[in-house]
């Protein structure tokens, strides 16, 4: 009975351990999340209503910060849609075709990801610049792209057009052309096959990138810094707003056009997760047809 007794324990002691261990694994995420995350996202909140409710509402209203406002969504819904045409026409390439030079253009995708953004806005300001490689041609035919509205946009395009792309690559991949293939074969035309088989197969891949492009270009800082000039009113997006509102020792304003960043990033994450689970169910009642 007692080598039993013994055996048992032995046997306890194991999980008893795993069960400890995973405990504190869980309270050390969770440790480091409420101070890393949760804290600095609720101090955002709590800065901006420090005031009151009026006074938040009052700083979000400033002209400034409302022109910015719109600034950020004009770049965002130009950028965006750019992104998303190139994203599907790389991965497309990529994976469907054998051509020269195809590690390069994988290799040219990855670079806004290890370029610093503002290394990406002087590179822009020596192209387009005044004193740049294009810069006189520019202003003899009066056309402005630094400290304006196109430089901020190209800018948001260089720093966010991978995304999209590294979210359809590894897809596509992973997909196979087979039922491309099958189109082709049937008599379907390039057109009637990107639309009616490669778009529903790939339209939760794309959304997932749409929405990571999106949510880096509305809180873009470095790059758009170097290109815009800092003209308030005009080429001032909210990121930029925020900086230049919390110099001048507006604290209230500075944490109230946060909070707004804070929320889209908020909303990002939700939206991020819903794609998850809901591609998952689909993916999963794909699969229970095709067993059955």
């Known amino acids: 009975m007692s080598n039993r007794g013994a055996n048992s324990s032995a046997l306890l002691l194991p999980s008893i351990q795993q069960r400890a261990g995973r405990v504190i694994l869980i309270a050390a995420a969770l440790l480091f999340l409420a101070i890393f995350l949760v804290l600095p996202v609720a101090a955002v909140f709590a800065q901006a209503f420090s005031q009151g409710w009026k006074m938040y509402s009052d700083s979000i209203h400033q002209e400034d910060v409302l022109s910015a406002l ?24 990529i994976t469907r075709f054998e051509f020269r030079g195809k590690s390069l253009l994988i290799t040219l995708i990855d670079i806004p990801l290890a370029v610093s953004p503002v290394v990406a806005g002087m590179m822009y300001v020596e192209v387009f610049g005044l004193h740049g490689w294009l810069g006189p041609w520019l202003n003899e035919h009066n056309l402005h792209v630094i400290f304006a509205v196109p430089g901020i946009v190209l800018a948001t395009v260089f720093v966010t057009f991978p995304f999209v792309a590294r979210e359809l690559i590894p897809f596509m991949q992973a997909q196979g052309s087979d039922e491309e293939v099958a189109a082709v074969v049937l008599g379907a035309s390039g057109w009637s096959i990107f639309w009616r088989v490669t778009l529903p197969n790939i339209k939760w891949a794309l959304l997932y990138g749409t929405i990571l492009a999106a949510s880096r270009s509305i809180g873009e800082f470095g790059a758009v810094s170097v290109v815009s000039g800092h003209i308030r009113g005009r080429t001032t997006t909210l990121p930029l707003q925020v900086e230049m509102l919390y110099n001048e020792y507006n604290f209230t304003a500075a944490f109230a056009a946060a909070s707004l960043l804070t929320l889209a990033a908020i909303v990002t994450l939700v939206l991020k997760k819903i794609i998850e689970l809901t591609s998952g169910v689909h993916q999963r009642s794909e699969e229970k047809e095709v067993k059955s």
Do not use: H, Y
């Open 70 to 93: 719109r600034l950020t969504g004009l770049v965002a819904c130009i950028s965006v849609p750019l992104n998303m045409l190139f994203g599907i026409a790389a991965s497309w390439a």
